[in-house]
Every structure is written in structure tokens, then in C-alpha cells.
């Protein structure tokens, strides 16, 4: 049977011994004491959840990161698709490619790997330069950083996610330098940005697997990217000759303190502009894509949709993305601007809220 994907599945389709990548799995207890199987199943162009309600125990004999395939029906619930799924079998995954089962970077990843020697052969300190060449002439070191993801959830998890990410901090962190050092004479050592935000998070290729779906490696659980990035930069600064111990230390520094803040796993906050550049880049970024992401765009779909669900780690609801719209904005939602630009202009000197303002989210002008 031809592979359907799951961007083109509709309601009512029937599906029979189609290859899925399970993301998730769980078999909890119904309320009438009876196990079901919940799944999140995954291929390039999507993830979609499935239920098995009936002979659990039977085809209960796959775990996550396995390849399975799946009979069933899809169905719709609270307006999402889902996969009833009648039954499983788990498959041999060896030959199968990846990519074809789990999202990837929409950059070519070729294009890359150029930007990322270009922005390599664009340093100038001769030590620094050699260090991430080295590092990148590692067969493996090159080949693992080219299709990590950068995360399990969060943001850029996808194959190549980390690639794509690393060059968007480096690229931001150019953009700053120039902003910075060239047009406002702040001095900022340029050799220490860039290759501090290459390297930023080198530590995932160890901190993260992504043969089988996404998921931490123990080493990962135990000692994190942050910690195994620093250690990898030491390792190979120590096979190079004469490597000066301050660009060590100062790289270290950049790598050790990208997170920001300890309990996002820094042991050290950003203690000189060169980090502190790092570390604001990498947080734009990352969150950035994490509202790329998670805020519905105003389609035909979500028309009368005007807040994204709350976004837990970015601790706030936000606005559907309407730049290309704003007619579509719902009434209550113009009434709050207007009331924002009367406030602008001191035409309202108190705005008093009714009680069905004050349930929707704080505005965010
Ligand atoms: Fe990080
Ligand atoms: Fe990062």
C-alpha cells in the first residue's frame, strides 16, 4: 500500500500496515478497569496520536523509538485527527532512513556545512581557528553535529536541528558584533563570539540520541551538553600545541555560561560581553523558534482563534500570528487596543475592567 503521510490524512481514511515511528506510547487504566494504549506517531511530515482500545495486551509488544505498523481508521476528536488503531506489528528498523520518519531542517543541509566552515575561515586568531577546525575534521564530531536535533521538545527538535540552530546564534552573534564593535566602538573580541556560539552546544551530540525518535543518553541525563561541550573544547584545545590557556578559559566561560542562568544548567552566568552576547543570541533564538512553532496562524482553520494555549516554558499565552491580517482580529480584541491608544494619549485617565476583560490574558502592548 502506497505510504500516506500523515500532513494528508483525512477523516474516515483507512489505513492498512502503514510504517510509523512510535514517538510515545503508554497503556494506562480506563475507568472501567480496562488497559488502553495511547501513541504519538510520527513521520517526516508530522506527529499524530492514536488510540488502541481493544486487544491491548496482544500488540502490546513495541516500545518508543520502535518502527511499527499500523491497520486502523482515523478519526477526529476536539478537532484534532487521531488513529484508532486496530492493530500493530513492530518492524526491523535497521534499514530504515530516518529522515523519512522524523521532521528535518527545511535548510539544505549541504548549504550548511558551507556556512559553517565559512564562518570557521573567517576567524583570525591562528589558535582558535585550528581548534575548530580540528574539532570539525572529526569524522564523527562533524557528521553527529550535522543531524542532532538541538532538543527532545523544546526547540529545533528536528534532524539537523542543532546545525540549523547553531548557525542562526553565530549568525545573530555576527549581526551584534558589526552592531556593536564596528558601528558603535564597543571592543568585543570577534573570534571568541563565533566560535563560542559554534560551540555553544556541541555537548548535544552526546547529550542527545536521535537513532530511535528523540531522547537523552544516559551521559546526557548525568553530565549535560553544557558540561560535555566544555569538556570537548578542553580535550581538543589540549592536543593542540601551545594553545594559550586564556582563549581556553574565556571560550570555556562562553560555553559554560550560554544557558544563562543556573537553573538552566549554567554553572556560571554570563561574566563578559563576549558571553553575554552568546548567551542573549542563544535565548532569542530558541525562543523565537518556540513560538514559531506553538502560535497558531490565522488560517481558515484558526479564524476565530485570538491567543495561543499558555506556553509553559515562555510562562505567557501569545497573540495568533496576524502580521498579515489584521482585519480578522476579533472585536473584543480591537476594543483593547483602541483602549491602549486612548490610554497613549491620556484621553482615559483610569480604564475601568469589566469582568470578562479581566479574564483574558494581559495584553501585550
Ligand atoms: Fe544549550
Ligand atoms: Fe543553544
Redesign the pocket.
Known sequence: MKKLWINELKENDLLADQIFLVVEKATPMAKNNKQYMTLKLSDKTGVIEGRMWDNVEKYNNFDQGDFIKVTGIVNSYRDNLQIVVKHTEKIDGTDIDLRQFVQSSEFDLDEMVETLFDFINSLEGKYIKKLLNKLFSNAYILESYKMSP?GVKLHHAFLSGLLEHSLSVTSLCNKMVTHYRDELDIPINRDLVIAGALL??I??IYELDYEKGFKYTTEGQLIG??VI?YQLMNDMANLIEGFPYKVKMHLGHIILA??GRLEF?SPKTAMSMEAFIVHSA?ELD?KINMLKNNIPYLDDKNKDKVWSPFLKNLDSNYAVNSSDDISKLKDNDIIQRRRYLELENGKIKQSKLTEKDKKQPKSLF
Open positions: 538541538a555553544h552546544d555537548g548535544k551538553h553544557v561541550g550560554h544557558q544548567g542563544d530558541s
